[in-house]
Nanobody
Framework: QVQLVESGGGLVQPGGSLRLSCAAS????????MGWYRQAPGKQRELVAE???????YYLDFVKGRFTISRDNAKNTVYLQMNDLKPEDTAVYYC?????????WGQGTQVTVSS
């Protein structure tokens, strides 16, 4: 059973930075894509950033230029570096891994941007 464990969330002031980590229990080569979704209260879960096994990336328009997704294959870990955070970025962030047969989710980590 694949497990994804997120860390790095917290409270930060507007303009601040956080780095989220998602550690997989097995090799991330098993997944053709890994990404970060977020869900704010009363809103639908949305894809924030995704990286494929080949290194291609996707970003939600609102985070382009501020967030960077990366992967460390040796550590089986995917990161989301978030800079210039805005109150609108406040949400629970979920790690997602897509395999051929199914997808996997982490438990989520809270990010709160507030002064």
């Amino acid at each position: 059973q694949v497990q994804l464990v997120e860390s790095g969330g917290g409270l930060v002031q507007p303009g601040g930075s956080l780095r989220l980590s998602c550690a997989a229990s097995g090799s991330i080569f098993n997944f053709y894509a890994m990404g970060w979704y977020r869900q704010a209260p009363g809103k639908q879960r949305e894809l924030v950033a995704e990286i494929t096994s080949g290194g291609s990336t996707y970003y939600l328009d609102f985070v382009k230029g501020r967030f960077t997704i990366s992967r460390d294959n040796a550590k089986n870990t995917v990161y989301l570096q978030m800079n210039d955070l805005k109150p609108e970025d406040t949400a629970v962030y979920y790690c997602n891994a897509k395999a051929t047969a199914r997808g996997y989710w982490g438990q989520g980590t809270q990010v709160t941007v507030s002064s």
